[in-house]
């Protein structure tokens, strides 16, 4: 049985004229395809601001919904079989398949669940380009995008809060990293963390990326390209264990700290610490 075959197997045919919604994120567009018009309105106001249904969309997911959890917690747990994902959560199952570009989701009635799902698809796609979701912040200022990255509680949100008012927060999660020409694009997410609202949906060129520690004082201090490509794969998004995704990834950031600077911050909770970011 093919892949296509075992999708539509597994979920009913929906009436895609009626019910969905395309979410365009980083300039990707997937349709969710929904069995239940209803929650159309409710995945409407979860990514609202990065709604296109004009796209031209890149993948499709069928969206059912289940209100029993299909397996006991909320750890996530993704593998693959030839070239179909299988993602499953206490929340939310999912397959997609990497060829067909299709997938379904299983998940309960809340507009967050089939966020992971979408996280992954997003990495896959972004993974063939070069690209990658990165845990940071990411700002952007006088047309320029600034990336903030660093181990939990190193500061991601903070920096984000202390911008100066002209700048436009793009996400203080997950950042959106796109290769554009001989550099890249950082694009606003609907994934939020401590803030709790989602970035604006711009993109900027990256003319940086900085590695978060708190201090004592306000510094920048150089770092070397291995270190820094070493700091950058512990916070790409990964999520299994497989040997072509990790190539992928380990390529994406070496290519990325050769084009780009990396430096390390180190701050105090201070506005002024802005007048160093350039």
Request: net charge neutral.
């Amino acid at each position: 049985m093919s892949s296509r075959t075992a999708f539509s197997a597994a979920v009913p045919e929906i009436e895609r004229e009626t019910a969905g919604v395309t979410v365009e994120i980083g300039a990707v567009a997937i349709r969710l395809c929904l069995d239940e018009p209803d929650f159309e309105r409710v995945l409407s106001t979860r990514y609202a601001g990065f709604l296109n249904p004009s796209a031209r969309t890149v993948s499709e997911i069928d969206v059912c919904l289940k209100a029993q959890p299909t397996r006991a917690g909320h750890s996530l747990r993704v593998s693959r079989h030839g070239s179909v994902w299988r993602i499953e959560r206490g929340d939310l199952v999912a397959e997609w398949d990497a060829i067909s570009r299709r997938g379904w989701a299983k998940q309960h009635p809340n507009p967050y669940s089939i966020d992971a799902a979408l996280r992954i698809v997003h990495t896959l796609l972004l993974a063939e380009e070069g690209g990658f979701l990165l845990h940071a912040s990411s700002v952007v200022r006088d047309g320029r995008a600034f990336l903030f990255t660093g181990v939990s509680g190193a500061g991601k949100t903070t920096i984000s809060q202390l911008a100066p008012s002209d700048a436009t927060l793009l996400t203080d999660e997950i950042s959106y990293i796109r290769r554009s020409g001989d550099g890249y694009r950082a694009y606003g997410t609907p994934f939020a963390g401590s803030l709790e609202k989602p970035g604006e949906n711009i993109s900027a060129p990256i003319a940086g990326a900085f590695l978060l520690s708190k201090g004592a004082q306000i510094k920048i201090e150089p770092v070397e390209q291995s270190m820094a490509a070493r700091s950058l794969l512990r916070n790409i998004l990964f999520f299994a264990r497989d040997t072509e995704l990790v190539n992928h990834l380990f390529e994406a950031a070496l290519e990325f700290v050769s084009r780009i600077p990396v430096r390390k911050l180190i701050f105090t909770p201070e506005e002024r610490v802005w007048d160093m970011i350039r």
